[in-house]
């Protein structure tokens, strides 16, 4: 019962932190449950982050969920699902009640100003950490410009790249194997 409860204390946590969205809490994922807690690694959470985006759900659910059942299975990944769901929730209702009362003062709106433009510093670093732990030959560096130039210059779901990357990465170790 410790260890689930210690789950969903720490994904509540990286929850409570998560402002921004589910891109934001990779650093935090990273330093909590590679780095401190060691449940996983960082290369099976940019495996997770990857699986979470093709799954219907939010990302940051879904990669909670993928965390938490590689830790402690099922139960893992309830507790897991509910720690990152419940400072949400909490800060749903609490905004519900309380936005258009407090939109109307520019000290607020200049407040979101400024968290957009720290979230996409988050969204930066956390895009450089998984570039040094996921881009580690030419083939993954050819398969990373590919990609980024596709959702530079077209409009595509991400589950398209995603599943052209996983039967290139296929097929060059098909390649590997026999040669």
């Known amino acids: 019962m410790k260890d689930f409860f210690s789950i969903f204390i720490n994904f509540a946590m990286i929850g409570t932190l998560t402002i921004g969205g589910g891109y934001t809490m990779l650093p935090l994922l990273q330093k909590t449950v590679a780095d401190k807690l060691r449940w ?8 997770f982050y ?5 799954l ?14 590689r830790h402690k299975k099922i139960p893992g990944m ?3 699902a509910l720690g990152i769901i419940f400072p949400s929730l909490i800060f749903i209702l609490a905004i519900a ?5 407090f939109m109307e003062y520019e000290i607020v709106r200049s407040a979101f100003n400024g968290i957009r433009a720290a979230v996409i ?10 570039l040094q732990s996921g881009v580690k030959d030419f083939f993954a560096a050819a398969i990373f410009v590919t990609v980024l130039a ?14 052209t990357g996983a039967a290139c ?9 026999e040669v």
């Open 150 to 163: 596709v959702f530079i210059f077209f409009s595509v779901s991400p589950v398209w790249p995603l599943l």
């Open 40 to 47: 996983v690694t960082e290369e099976e959470i940019t495996d």
């Open 97 to 101: 009640i309380f936005i258009n009362r």
């Open 50 to 54: 990857a699986i979470a985006q093709c």
């Open 121 to 130: 510093a988050i969204v930066v670093h956390a895009v450089i950490r998984m």
């Open 169 to 177: 990465g296929i097929a060059l170790k098909k390649i590997k194997r």
């Open 56 to 69: 219907p759900g939010i990302i940051a659910v879904n990669t909670a969920m993928l965390i938490g059942h």
């Open 78 to 80: 309830v507790a897991a």
